[in-house]
């Protein structure tokens, strides 16, 4: 007997040096993988910025994606669903008072766009108007008071012979409405939901246009838009959107996105700054859009929300599809010394008026010839109110993010054939607009055995790393329950970030010592964690750069399944998923993905994606862009059948459609309810 157990603890030995030798061992960290959030989400938005027109070298090479880039836009701005294209019946207009001035009148109204959505606006026109006349579509920043605190531009406008109407947003003026979801209210679920603030805002602006062109005062082949900050922004999408604006001057309203991210100048930006990213563009995609329309973008060159460096990129980029057309005079970069403002001294406003006389009347008068451009504030708000009895009763302007977008109704399963059409659809879905970013080539795994121990289990624990990504070295940390020789079913328990040290120990208790056991670090969880005070700021700029912290956390759980199966001992098709908390947002949609695991196993899930976090950005990261338009988690869960689905302890509710589900398709079994995990295994 005593030989035997010699000879079995040599093999064992051999075994072991054998299988780790199949792997490099270091002891020293891979330097070349920095696991820096920063780092990577800096070079994320390098890499879109210098991507975004890399394929345009001619002409021919833009119209062939012209209209692909055209819709993708029009979907990462929330509009896939709206009349974007064709005839549209022209918005209900409620007007409700004249204010008539010297050589011009203002009439106060609001008008419809969508069924209950209503924008407050004012319209300047011109006395004597003998013939249709070129009209501006002002678009308000984050001011306070709106139509008041623009009312100069609008004013400066109608005195030189433009129709101007000026609208408000959501968020400011008469009805305040939400645009600052994520970087003050914590409502990150707009990601999941691919709803985008400026969306509506270009579909008011839209409307407004559509507004201006039933106005027999105005000429419709003569329209322009303009606006600074909120309204710069949409300067850029609704030209690029709207193919009736014939000129388009954005002041303040965009800087490239690796300007944004490695500045930090995201930290201070509005939601409707950047469209929800899906397709990985920067704004030079944006202004290809209007080319070879006149466009100029007008930036002061101490501007705190964008450098003037940042700014520049875009023109750069842009420029060569302007020329491309035969018209690079027709893209103009005006700039000025100052802060977010008109410069100043105010210098672009006369450069802007000067665009707008010689692009849409054919006057060329210099900016010089103009001079400086009367900036008072003649009317009070109270006077330019348009809603004089308060907004319609019907309003939804307060929670239009609630409805603007179109969600995923919950799926009726009644057959097995129909599970599995539905369950190629969520996958088409997901990999197209939710992981568009998951890299196209993955890199070499390089697994590494870094540290090996015959403590705390009879056939010890080992702990490997491999590179989920580039910029991304993780760990897993392997604890046996047989011989490597021996191919047995493993367990990969997904850490959370900041868990307790045993959290993640107790859920396996009583498994441990009876199948292999894999606790697994994706990125920001446990040595690769960063500081809670930066969660804001990642979260947003993973978004920016067509990720979130969710999605790359599904993507590593992908890569360690792969890492896992070359692992000796490890049974490749027995491979089972336990998460609980924040991580069991993640388990379900890597266990779709992956298709070959056997169990998915959750404890305490969040009911929903579609919920807000902390105001402060901080707390579980579960938001992944888009994902709400085609299912939830509860639903993705679902799509396990007919592997397991266990749940340890109480489920949310939102589950009953899972465990439903199951009993409909005849696989009750398959849906399991245990109070600890032991009782899993044991069954």
């Known amino acids: 007997m005593k030989n035997i157990l010699i000879i079995t603890c040599l093999f064992i030995s051999y075994f072991t040096q054998s299988y780790s030798q199949q792997f490099k061992y270091s002891v020293t960290p891979d330097f070349d993988q920095s696991n820096n959030i920063r780092q990577y989400l800096c070079k994320a938005a390098s890499d879109i910025d210098n991507n975004s027109l890399a394929d345009v070298n001619n002409l021919q090479d833009w119209v062939a994606v012209r209209d692909q880039r055209y819709s993708e836009f029009i979907e990462m701005m929330g509009l896939q669903d709206k009349s974007i294209t064709g005839e549209r019946l022209p918005p209900k207009v409620t007007r409700t008072g004249v204010i008539n001035k010297d050589g011009y009148r203002i009439e106060k109204l609001y008008y419809e766009s969508s069924p209950g959505l209503y924008v407050p606006a004012n319209l300047y026109i011109p006395e004597g108007i003998k013939k249709p006349m070129p009209a501006i579509l002002y678009v308000c920043g984050h001011s306070h008071t709106q ?29 305040k409405g939400e645009h600052p979801g994520t970087l003050q209210q914590g409502l990150y679920n707009w990601y999941s939901r691919g709803y985008n603030p400026g969306g509506v805002e270009v579909w008011n602006g839209m409307r ?100 003037i460096e940042a ?28 802060g977010h403002s008109y410069g100043a001294n105010e210098e672009l406003r006369p450069k802007i008026l000067s665009f707008f006389m010689k692009e849409l009347m054919g006057k060329d008068i210099s900016p010089e010839t103009i001079g400086p451009i009367d900036i008072s504030l003649e009317l009070s708000n109270e006077e330019l109110v348009a809603y004089v009895k308060g907004p319609p009763p ?112 107790s859920l396996t208790s009583g498994v441990r010592d009876k199948m292999n056991v894999a606790f697994f670090e994706a990125r920001g969880v446990g040595e690769t964690g960063w500081a809670p005070s930066l969660q804001s700021h990642i979260r947003r700029s993973a978004a920016w750069t067509g990720r979130t912290v969710a999605s790359m956390r599904v993507y590593d759980v992908l890569r360690c399944l792969e890492a896992l199966r070359q692992i000796p001992g490890v049974d490749s098709d027995n491979i089972s998923i336990a998460a609980q908390g924040e991580m069991a947002a993640i388990a379900p949609y890597a266990a779709l993905l992956d298709g070959n695991v056997k169990s998915l196993i959750l404890k305490n899930p969040p009911a929903t994606q579609n919920v807000a976090s902390q105001q402060d950005g901080r707390g579980e990261a579960i938001e992944m862009l888009n994902c709400l338009r085609i299912t939830d988690l509860p639903q993705v869960a679902g799509l396990m059948y007919p592997n397991e689905l266990v749940a340890i302890g109480e489920l949310p509710g939102t589950y009953k459609w899972a465990e439903k589900l199951y009993g409909d398709l005849e696989k009750s079994d398959g849906f399991k309810k245990v109070q600890k995990l032991s009782e899993w295994f044991d069954e």
């Open 394 to 505: 019907d309003d939804r302007t307060v929670n239009i993010q609630d409805s603007f977008v179109k969600l995923a109704d919950l799926p009726k399963i009644n057959s097995v054939e129909q599970l599995d059409l539905y369950r190629k659809k969520v996958e088409d879905f997901l990999m197209k607009k939710t992981f568009h970013a998951f890299p196209k080539q993955p890199v070499p795994l390089d697994i590494r055995l870094e540290f090996r121990t015959d403590n705390f289990s009879k056939y010890g624990r080992q702990t490997y790393s491999f590179v989920s990504e580039e910029g991304w070295r993780l760990k897993f940390f392997l604890q046996r329950s047989q011989s490597p020789d021996k191919s047995q079913p493993l367990l990969l328990v997904l850490k959370n970030p900041n868990e307790e040290q045993w959290a993640s120990a």
């Open 147 to 175: 139509k008041h605190h623009y009312q100069a531009h609008a004013k400066n406008f109608v005195q030189n012979g433009f129709v101007c109407l000026i609208i408000e947003t959501i968020q400011r003026g008469e009805v």
């Open 311 to 338: 700014v520049h990129d875009l023109y750069d980029k842009i420029k060569p599809v302007y020329s491309y057309y035969g018209k690079p005079q027709n893209l103009i970069m005006a700039d000025a010394p100052g």
């Open 208 to 307: 407004g246009i559509d507004l201006l062109c039933q106005l027999p005062e105005v000429d419709k082949n003569r329209i322009g838009v303009t606006g600074i900050s909120g309204g710069g922004s949409q300067s850029w999408y609704l030209p690029a959107a709207d193919a009736r604006i014939k000129a388009a001057a954005a002041v303040a309203g965009a800087g490239s996105l690796e300007g944004q991210i490695s500045q930090r100048t995201i930290d201070e930006h509005c939601d409707c700054m950047m469209p929800i990213n899906t397709y990985l563009i920067d704004f030079p995609v944006i202004g290809a859009l209007i080319a070879p329309r006149s466009f100029m973008i007008a930036q002061p060159s101490r501007d705190g929300y964008y450098s």
